[in-house]
């Protein structure tokens, strides 16, 4: 996986055979997508995404060169953290272009660094922005605005986090979209059951981008090939687990990230898999094989003492970004979990050592977000059953996937015995997609591969 040859439709074939370096091959893949949006006749353009592979750089540069040619956009994302991600990127990339931010009429309903902004225009009604070049929102405010001509072109971010419903309230905005985003990510959320449209053509749980190309599978379809995220320990790994018809690379060498730190291990455990993540991209400390409550108290302490010891043994992390070491500080590091009430035992248990500004958060919610080291409580650790919730393979892909050094997961013994116990028995559903790999085998497949570097302890 570390060697990719260059497709066609990336970009143009590179001749039989030919290993473009990273940085050719995305910048190749860029250009097609690029292509395709500006000067081709396709209603729709459709680009995966892995995991750190430049999405919102596309996004960004998309709109850039679609304002730089006098085409008028609208920018749909699926969150505002998300739209006033965008509007601050395209705001560094060209201060001068002027920007519309749609808002609701929350008492909060964006970032308050937006007002330091020149360029940006704020309003929670559309009118308010009307001849703007780019106008930003989410989906759910796109969804209430009414207007007498469409946009000539629209992108639409996360488009694998859209439900189908949600495209078709705003499909009439606009005439040709870019839709860029993810798929292994977790599939949109429903509050109800969606059963009942399971295998049909207009089902409104499924995502904007499935629905889409089920109606229209001429679209032009494209890859970004690199993960500049991920490092060469782990892009191989996630690529073959989770992306198994859109493989990816890293765009770093094995040598090209270091971690080290400046206080020794002092044989305990936690450094003992600190140490090892280091050296490898990869740690499991296992605890002994025991049903346990959801927010198992042993395995919260351990995450907490984990990251408790990242950040007193002094890290430093060395990376291609930079010749000089960067120091491992709090705001670099993340706890990801399953449940919220996890999420909420290890930020108390975080809090008992004196730990404060590490990010402790749900799958749902660390989608997007990136950092240096990771500490994952394992979505099947001490479970007497394997539910299709926890089996789901867009939250393993979410956790395994905001690195960029390291990932130490946390998970009691016994995780592959509950997997051959529980079998996939969901029912097979007429005219639906099959998932591939379902999350059975991607469990399978990261667990065979965490037991290469696991470290075992007993609290």
């Known amino acids: 996986m570390e060697e990719a040859v260059e497709e066609g439709v990336e970009g143009g074939a590179a001749g039989a055979g030919a290993v473009l370096d990273p940085g050719t091959a995305a910048g190749r893949a860029t250009d097609a997508i690029l292509r395709d949006t500006l000067h081709g006749t396709a209603r729709g353009v459709v680009v995966d995404s892995p995991p750190g592979a430049g999405k919102s750089t596309l996004v960004v540069r998309a709109a850039l060169e679609l304002a730089d040619v006098g085409r008028p956009l609208m920018v749909v994302a699926q969150t505002n953290a998300q739209v006033d991600d965008l509007v601050l990127r395209l705001a560094e990339k060209s201060p001068g272009l002027p920007v519309g931010r749609l808002h609701s009429s929350d008492a909060d309903p964006y970032d308050k660094a937006l007002d330091a902004l020149d360029n940006v225009r704020k309003s929670a009604k559309a009118a308010d922005l009307a001849g703007l070049p780019v106008v930003i929102s989410t989906a759910a405010k796109w969804a209430h605005v009414k207007v007498d001509e469409p946009w000539r072109h629209a992108i639409v971010d996360e488009a694998y986090q859209m439900r189908s419903d949600g495209l078709l309230a705003v499909a009439g905005l606009f005439e040709r979209a870019l839709f860029v985003g993810d798929p292994g990510q977790l599939d949109p959320f429903a509050i109800v059951g969606s059963e009942q449209w399971a295998g049909l053509s207009y089902d409104p749980s499924a995502s904007a981008v499935t629905t889409l190309l089920a109606h229209n599978p001429e679209l032009p379809q494209h890859r970004l090939p690199v993960s500049w995220r991920l490092p060469a320990s782990a892009a191989p790994l996630v690529s073959d687990a989770f992306y198994p018809y859109t493989p990816f690379r890293s765009g770093t060498g094995h040598g090209d990230r270091r971690l080290s730190f400046a206080v020794p291990s002092d044989g305990s455990g936690p450094d003992r898999v600190i140490d090892e993540a280091a050296e490898s991209g990869w740690g499991l400390l296992e605890l002994p094989a025991r049903h346990t409550p959801r927010t198992d108290p042993e395995a919260v302490r351990a995450v907490a003492v984990v990251v408790r010891r990242l950040l007193d043994r002094g890290g430093a992390a060395t990376s291609e970004r930079s010749p000089d070491p960067s120091p491992l500080t709090a705001d670099r590091v993340a706890?990801?979990?399953?449940?919220?009430?996890?999420?909420?035992?290890?930020?108390?248990?975080?809090?008992?050592?004196?730990?404060?500004?590490?990010?402790?958060?749900?799958?749902?919610?660390?989608?997007?977000?990136?950092?240096?080291?990771?500490?994952?409580?394992?979505?099947?650790?001490?479970?007497?059953?394997?539910?299709?919730?926890?089996?789901?393979?867009?939250?393993l892909c979410v956790l395994a996937s905001r690195h960029r050094h390291a990932c130490v997961v946390v998970c009691r013994a016994g995780v592959g015995d509950l997997l051959d116990d529980y079998p996939s028995t969901e029912p097979v559903q007429l005219g639906t997609l099959v998932k591939f790999p379902d999350g059975w085998e991607a469990n399978h497949a990261v667990l065979a591969h965490l037991g290469e570097h696991r470290v075992r302890w007993s609290p």
Not at 359 to 373: C, K, Y
Not at 380 to 393: C, I, N, Q, V, Y
């Open 335 to 395: 706890v990801g979990t399953a449940h919220r009430d996890q999420a909420a035992a290890v930020r108390a248990a975080l809090a008992e050592l004196g730990v404060t500004d590490v990010t402790v958060d749900t799958a749902n919610r660390l989608q997007g977000m990136e950092f240096d080291v990771t500490v994952v409580l394992h979505p099947l650790s001490g479970r007497p059953d394997a539910t299709a919730f926890h089996l789901e393979t867009g939250r």
